[in-house]
């Protein structure tokens, strides 16, 4: 049986008299099933996924024809340049995902930092491939110089256009976040720029081996 606590006037308990405490209402972003970004940006990532799927597919089955062209083609190209931009895809990673956790912080300051730092990484990326192109080509190796070169162009070539489309996303990211667009509450838009370029991450960390070290 439960028995009701009853207080003399004036000398009930202050935790009685206190009105009971507001539940806080559930954060509609920290809800789960919620999709991280925004829906359009997965249609990207999803179209650049099979894009890439379909690439690789020609990847195999050109290795599955001329086995000895693509156990002696990465011996010939430039594997340091490979091995430095995967330490810059994976760093610049690194440096959107701590401008993302900033953010939610409401650290926006430190997400600034954090978002600039992962710009001026990522835009090694190009410059180090084209110094790898030029590498390649002072050695006479271009896309005619056997499959698989020509595999080997098309697809780091591809790689770069989406990356390149990533860094661009980086530096729209940062004009927003310097203008205040971004919040603790409200940061789709740099989750889904987070979003495409773990995405874009991935997909090199795949070409990196084929390419690069299986011989």
């Known amino acids: 049986m439960m028995m009701e606590a009853t207080y003399a006037p004036g000398h009930a308990p202050a935790d009685a008299l206190r009105k009971p405490a507001r539940m ?5 972003r920290q809800l789960p099933g919620r999709i991280p970004g925004n829906k359009g940006i997965w249609v990207g990532i999803t179209c650049e996924f099979v894009e890439f799927a379909l690439m690789f597919s020609v990847y195999f089955i050109a290795r599955y024809h001329y086995p000895d062209a693509f156990r002696q083609g990465p011996e010939l190209i430039w594997t340091t340049a490979g091995a430095i931009n995967t330490l810059i ?34 835009l090694g990326y190009p410059i180090v491939k084209l110094l790898e192109v030029d ?12 499959i698989f070169y020509t595999v080997y162009y098309y697809l780091t070539f591809n790689h770069l256009v989406h990356a390149c489309w990533g860094i661009l996303g980086m530096c729209w990211a940062f004009f927003r976040l310097s203008t205040n667009a971004y919040s603790a509450e409200q940061h789709d838009g740099l989750e889904a720029l987070a979003c495409y370029w773990h995405a874009t991450d991935i997909i090199w960390l795949v070409l990196f081996p084929l390419f690069y070290v299986l011989a």
């Open 24 to 28: 806080p209402e559930p954060n509609a």
């Open 135 to 146: 590498w390649n080509l002072a050695h006479g190796i271009d896309g005619k110089a056997g």
């Open 89 to 122: 895809m994976v760093s610049s990673s690194f440096f959107v995902a701590c401008s993302l956790a900033s953010v939610k912080n409401a650290e926006i300051h430190r997400a600034r930092f954090w978002l600039a730092a992962a710009i001026v990484t990522a």
